[in-house]
């Protein structure tokens, strides 16, 4: 299984080209490194905290423990979050993911951006487990990121994955880095979206993605 990233090819125009390379070529840290916790324990001392002192004795490994989670995504494989959910079923309707919640770490101040992300696909042949889409997000979402990255490595796995007519993606997030210093606005959001075949070619697909993530009916 490869995963997809996007970037900007200033030798093509200017135009974003989306490449295609492998798993461990993206970010791919070591999955342990035992001196993470005495870098923490460093890091307090030279902000003139006294690293042994009650509260913050044990903070080092608490530290350690929590970055590793937060990037357990470097080391998911999505092959195996899949895991074969994929099915052949007649079935050409729009099918949405709608208020996935993630939470995620902004590479540049490594602070948290969290949010919602709705994920809709137009199957061709086959469909996948439901519980699959909020896995993906996971995957993708516990790494050092940004918002944009996330959105379109999201929406090129699902093409990928499942080959269908087409990927909508659409991200909503809050940021830290935003809210917590820098302009300090702590009521502004991003948005980002990826739409991929019938969801970039036909306004009439994009609407109806659109009227779905916007509907709140009774109880959902």
């Known amino acids: 299984m490869k995963s997809i990233k996007a970037v900007a090819n200033k030798a093509a125009g200017n135009k974003a080209v989306v490449q295609v390379i492998s798993p461990k070529a993206v970010m791919s840290p070591k999955a342990e490194d035992p001196a993470i916790a005495s870098l923490i324990r460093e890091l307090l001392v030279r902000l003139g905290e006294d690293a042994e002192r009650d509260g913050l004795r044990r903070t080092p490994e608490r530290v350690d423990k929590a970055l590793k989670f937060l990037t357990s995504g470097y080391r ?39 949010g919602k992300m709705h994920v809709a696909y137009l199957p061709e042949s086959k469909v996948i487990g439901l519980s699959k889409i ?25 093409q990928e994955i499942i080959k269908p007519v087409g990927v909508g993606v659409i991200c909503e997030a809050r940021h830290f880095c935003m809210m917590m210093r820098g302009v300090e606005k ?18 009439e697909t994009r609407d109806e993605f659109l009227a779905l993530v916007n509907h709140r009916g009774n109880g959902f």
């Open 134 to 158: 909020p896995r993906i997000v996971d995957a993708f979402a516990r790494r050092l990121q940004i918002q944009e990255r996330l959105t379109q490595q999201v929406a090129q796995t699902i």
């Open 76 to 114: 998911m494989d999505i092959a195996k979050i899949v895991n074969g959910a994929l099915y052949d079923v007649k079935y050409d309707e729009m099918v949405v993911v709608k208020d996935i919640e993630f939470f995620s770490l902004c590479e540049h101040h490594m602070l948290p951006f969290y």
């Open 186 to 203: 702590q009521h502004s959001g991003a948005m980002t979206s990826a739409m991929l075949g019938a969801f970039r070619d036909r306004k």
